[in-house]
């Protein structure tokens, strides 16, 4: 649980430097249609995210572990530049090498146009307040 927190709230960063110490420097990742292999390229993958993906609010959830590999599920909430919000819903599954840092990481993700009026992600940007509720506890 702690390691998926500490995921959840490096992302909260929005700072792609920071979110790629969390990866081996070998690191392959699948996200959507778009794939890859290093820190650089994952810096550059979140770098052109969050310029597409604003007010980005992000909520991850354990789904299932065994001895190095982590199944979170997820969702966050963002708008783009029309003003335009969507909750996108996903699925990641983990593989961890012997140092504890991410090897593989494949996300696969759906994206649900919503109304601002509609959005459950309220906080200030940043690290999600302990006291929001998590996933399950929104209905999610």
């Known amino acids: 649980m702690k390691k998926v927190r500490l995921a959840e709230d490096g992302w909260n960063t929005r700072d792609p430097e920071r979110v790629s110490l969390a990866y081996s420097n070998d690191s392959r990742w699948r996200n959507r249609a778009e794939f890859a292999n290093g820190r650089e390229q994952i810096v550059s993958l979140l770098t052109r995210k969050w310029r597409r993906e604003l007010d980005y609010r992000l909520i991850k959830e354990l789904w299932a572990f065994t001895e190095n590999r982590i199944a979170v599920r997820f969702a966050y909430e963002s708008r783009d530049d029309s003003n335009n919000w969507y909750r996108s819903y996903g699925n990641e599954n983990w593989e961890f090498n012997l140092d504890g840092l991410m090897v593989h990481r494949y ?34």
């Open 107 to 140: 996300a696969c993700i759906n994206d649900l146009p919503i109304r601002e009026s509609d959005r459950l992600f309220h906080w200030p940007l940043g690290r999600r307040p302990d006291g929001h509720p998590g996933l399950s506890e929104l209905g999610l």
